[in-house]
């Protein structure tokens, strides 16, 4: 019932910036949470950052400092602003939402960050 779109992704070298967005369509009265996460290769999932509906957000130790997370509610898209990026940001982002009325949960197909010289 829920889509979720993910963009920005692609190639940049160690320093750089690079900015995702989530758009997300369908069945949406509400958003409960947004947030994002990563796979590398040989390792889990984990959690990137994370925003609720009351604008609380959480961000991996990893990234505090050098990421942002931020949403725009009228568009029902989230973003993610990517700086001082470093090679072991490299994975595939996967954009998750928890919407209403069901507080059900989704995910997007995923989007590959590449930091690399």
């Known amino acids: 019932q829920v889509q979720l779109v993910e963009s920005g992704g692609g190639l940049v070298q160690p320093g750089g910036s690079l900015r995702l967005s989530c758009a997300a369509s369908?069945?949406?009265?509400?958003?409960?949470?947004m947030g994002w996460y990563r796979q590398a290769p040989g390792k889990q999932r984990e959690l990137v950052a994370a925003?609720?509906?009351?604008?609380?957000?959480n961000y991996a130790d990893s990234v505090k400092g050098r990421f942002t997370i931020s949403e725009d509610n009228a568009k029902n898209t989230v973003y993610l602003q990517m700086n001082s990026l470093k090679p072991e940001d490299t994975a595939v982002y996967y954009c998750?939402?928890?919407?209403?009325?069901?507080?059900?949960?989704?995910w997007g197909q995923g989007t590959q960050v590449t930091v690399s010289s």
């Open positions: 369908g069945s949406i009265f509400s958003i409960y949470t």
């Open positions: 998750n939402g928890v919407f209403g009325p069901l507080l059900k949960q989704y």
């Open positions: 925003i609720t509906s009351t604008g609380s957000t």
